[in-house]
């Protein structure tokens, strides 16, 4: 079965410092892999998917950054945070398939930007 | 912005009731789905309804679609207190973005 892991859960870090979030998906070929902010209270951000290695789209232009360096990887990353950047982040994957299906969630990391 | 809209925001209701949420949004879709979030956690998936269907049933759910009013419900029926979550609809325009409503945070009281 498949199953997606994200990491660290809980991040707490100064403004101006770097961040990289890392997501790993299981039991999977070439998944589409995404990346979502979701603000306290708030909906979802689309900030990044992906369809292949190295094949990154953006949704919304920012100082953070995704890579896919690997096929069943996708990682998050800022050189320099903003207060703006505090939120909860989620990683998802679906399948690539002849039509858009679900969307496999990740457990979340809660980033707090001090 | 592609994103739906959730109505209402907050609904509480008692155990054993139906819940219902609606979801507007703005542009041509392929299909829509539902998901929940229990607090502080993934989201997971709940039902997926195409451009071409109009309702859709899955155990106590029961979702709606109106493409000509860009709009959609979900129906919990006979809520339970672990039903308690929020609710968010996704738009699926084409390709492989989804884009997420703001969310409905149920509360059902036992």
């Known amino acids: 079965s498949q199953t997606i892991h994200q990491w660290p859960a809980t991040l707490v870090q100064p403004v101006g410092s770097p961040l990289s979030l890392e997501c790993t998906v299981e039991?999977?070929?070439?998944?589409?892999l995404y990346w979502y902010r979701q603000a306290a209270g708030r909906g979802l951000q689309l900030l990044f998917y992906?369809?292949?290695?190295?094949?990154i789209s953006s949704e919304v232009p920012q100082n953070l950054s995704a890579s896919r360096p690997q096929d069943r990887q996708f990682i998050l990353s800022s050189k320099k945070l903003l207060l703006s950047d505090s939120g909860f982040y989620l990683c998802?994957?679906?399948?690539?398939?002849?039509?858009?299906?679900?969307?496999?969630f990740g457990e979340g990391s809660r980033l707090t930007v001090l | 912005s592609q994103q739906g809209e959730e109505d209402p925001q907050a609904l509480s209701i008692q155990e054993g009731e139906n819940a219902t949420m609606n979801c507007s949004y703005k542009?041509?879709?392929?299909?829509l789905q539902w998901y929940r979030q229990n607090s502080g956690r993934g989201l997971v998936h709940l039902i997926l309804?195409?451009?071409?269907?109009r309702e859709k049933h899955s155990g106590r759910l029961r979702v709606t679609l109106d493409t000509s009013k860009k709009s959609s419900s979900l129906l919990i029926t006979a809520s339970r207190a672990a039903d308690t979550a929020s609710y968010f609809c996704?738009?699926?325009?084409?390709?492989?973005?989804?884009?997420f409503g703001t969310g409905t945070s149920l509360t059902v009281i036992p």
């Open positions: 998802a994957w679906n399948e690539v398939s002849g039509y858009t299906g679900e969307l496999f």
């Open positions: 039991g999977t070929s070439n998944p589409n």
């Open positions: 309804i195409r451009s071409n269907e």
């Open positions: 996704a738009t699926v325009p084409t390709g492989n973005q989804f884009y």
């Open positions: 542009t041509s879709i392929n299909n």
């Open positions: 992906s369809v292949g290695i190295g094949q």
